[in-house]
């Protein structure tokens, strides 16, 4: 009886270290580069397209990928930020 309970205890232990910990680690990644996402910053989108980010309203971002060239992107559809925003001078 207790060693049913013990092997089910393990189970949850491993189950909690391969699934809920990777999944918590990538969430905190992932907020750590939307504060890093601002006017300034150059992207790759998830559908590899470079741009840069003209303005940010919410969860909307307008992304400059030519010279005069400008879409409209859901933040989630950022995959990775390649040039962090400039950050304002202190005056």
């Given amino acids: ?4 309970i013990l092997l089910l205890v393990v189970m949850l232990v491993v189950f909690y270290a391969l699934l809920i910990l990777p999944q918590r680690r ?6 750590n580069m939307m504060k ?17 980010v003209v303005q940010v ?3 909307v ?6 010279e005069g060239v400008n879409i409209e992107l859901d933040n989630r559809a950022v995959l990775r930020i ?3 925003a400039p950050q304002a001078d202190p005056a």
């Fill in 61 to 66: 971002l307008t992304v400059q990928i030519a």
């Fill in 57 to 59: 309203n919410g969860d």
């Fill in 82 to 84: 390649v040039e962090p």
């Fill in 36 to 52: 890093q996402l601002g006017p300034g910053a150059k992207i790759l989108t998830s559908s590899g397209i470079f741009g840069k």
């Fill in 26 to 31: 990538q969430q905190k990644q992932r907020a």
């Fill in 1 to 4: 009886m207790t060693s049913n």
